[in-house]
């Protein structure tokens, strides 16, 4: 599963650098199974990409880390839906974060979400 989240990591962090957020989006939102990861699947698929994420040497934030999460729930045939959210930070600044859940099981970047005004769901409920 490492190897497979490093590729996946790679790839989402390519289609990030190279397509507009439209194209992404478009990709994000089709709608694959309605069968939920177990919080056993999730909880792999995190940590492989999260492990990957602290390790390569280009930028794999929550962006790219939830695009990796949502490619390799959908290999396996298993819901995923990306989240798309934004809030302010102690400055006023605009912030911005990405969460993969699936079903009602979180994977990745849901600690803190609650936080973040949902702008977006894909694929959309």
Do not use: K, N
Not at 32 to 54: F, L
Not at 86 to 105: C, F, K, N, P, Y
Request: one cysteine or more; aromatic letters at 8%.
């Amino acid at each position: 599963m490492l190897i497979e989240a490093l590729a996946m990591l790679a790839m989402a962090s390519l289609l990030i650098a190279i397509l507009s957020f439209r194209r992404i989006a478009a990709i994000a939102a089709v709608r694959r199974s309605a069968t939920a990861a177990t919080p056993a699947q999730a909880r792999a698929i995190e940590r492989a990409v999260a492990a990957w994420g602290r390790r390569v040497p280009w930028r794999a934030v929550c962006f790219q880390q939830g695009l990796a999460a949502q490619l390799m729930l959908r290999r396996r045939g298993l819901a995923a839906a990306l989240y798309y959210g934004a809030a302010r930070d102690e400055t006023g600044q605009l912030i911005a974060h990405v969460w993969v859940r699936s079903g009602a099981v979180d994977v990745i970047g849901c600690e803190g979400a609650e936080r973040y005004g949902l702008l977006a769901v894909f694929p959309p409920a």
